[in-house]
C-alpha cells in the first residue's frame, strides 16, 4: 500500500507542521513541497496535522482518495 501526498500551494500557510511531522517526506519552500515518501500511516499523521487541510492523500493502487 503506497499513499502519496498532494500539497494544494493555494491553501498552504507554510508553517511546517507537516515537514515537523515528517521532514522524510515534506520540505518548505515558499509552500510545502512534496520531496519523499513513507509509511502510510506517517502520510495520513501528516496530513492530519495540516491546520489548512491543504494536504490530500490517495492511495496509489487503487487511485482513490483517502483524505481528507
Ligand atoms: S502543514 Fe499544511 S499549511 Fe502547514 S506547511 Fe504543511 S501543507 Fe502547508
Redesign the pocket.
Known amino acids: 500500500m503506497t499513499y502519496v501526498p498532494v ?2 500551494p493555494y ?9 515537523e ?1 515528517a521532514p522524510e517526506v ?1 520540505q ?1 519552500e515558499d ?2 513541497v512534496v520531496i519523499g515518501s513513507g509509511p502510510p500511516e506517517l502520510i495520513l499523521k ?1 496530513a492530519e ?7 490530500s492523500v490517495v492511495d496509489d493502487e487503487t487511485g482513490e482518495a483517502v483524505f481528507p
Open positions: 500539497v494544494d491553501e498552504c500557510s507554510a508553517h511546517g507542521d507537516c515537514v511531522v515534506f518548505l509552500v510545502a501528516a496535522s495540516c491546520p489548512a487541510v491543504a494536504i
